[in-house]
């Protein structure tokens, strides 16, 4: 069974690390402002991605870390013993869809900034 796609890239959905990013959610203040005219949009781009892929949210960027799809409920039916069950595949709960939406946020947050 392959994984879902929302685990192409390691993504630590850690509740923990997850919260303690909410209190470092700004770019630092020697990150460039965008010209409204876009010429520095190059030295821009550049330190804006390197901010974000330290804060480990680049992937909802470049569309590596995609929204995860909840796992159906788990059903109980009898299988021969000899059929392998894969317990390599992990579960998508709600914690796991809110902590991303969550990370989907603050990336929007640091877009907009």
């Given at each position: 069974m392959a994984l879902p796609h929302c685990f192409v890239k390691k993504q630590n959905y850690s509740t923990e690390k997850n919260i303690s990013n909410l209190t470092n959610?700004?770019?630092?203040?020697?990150?460039?402002?965008?010209?409204?005219?876009?010429?520095?949009?190059?030295?821009?781009?550049?330190?804006?991605q390197t901010v974000v892929q330290g804060k480990e949210l680049w992937g909802h960027f470049d569309g590596s870390i995609l929204c995860p799809v909840l796992s159906p409920p788990v059903q109980f039916i009898s299988i021969p013993i000899s059929v392998p069950f894969d317990t390599a595949t992990p579960v998508v709960t709600q914690q796991v869809i809110g902590i991303w939406n969550q990370n989907e946020g603050v990336a929007h947050l640091l877009l907009t900034q």
């Open positions: 959610d700004v770019l630092p203040t020697s990150m460039p402002k965008l010209e409204v005219s876009g010429t520095n949009w190059a030295i821009y781009m550049l330190h804006f």
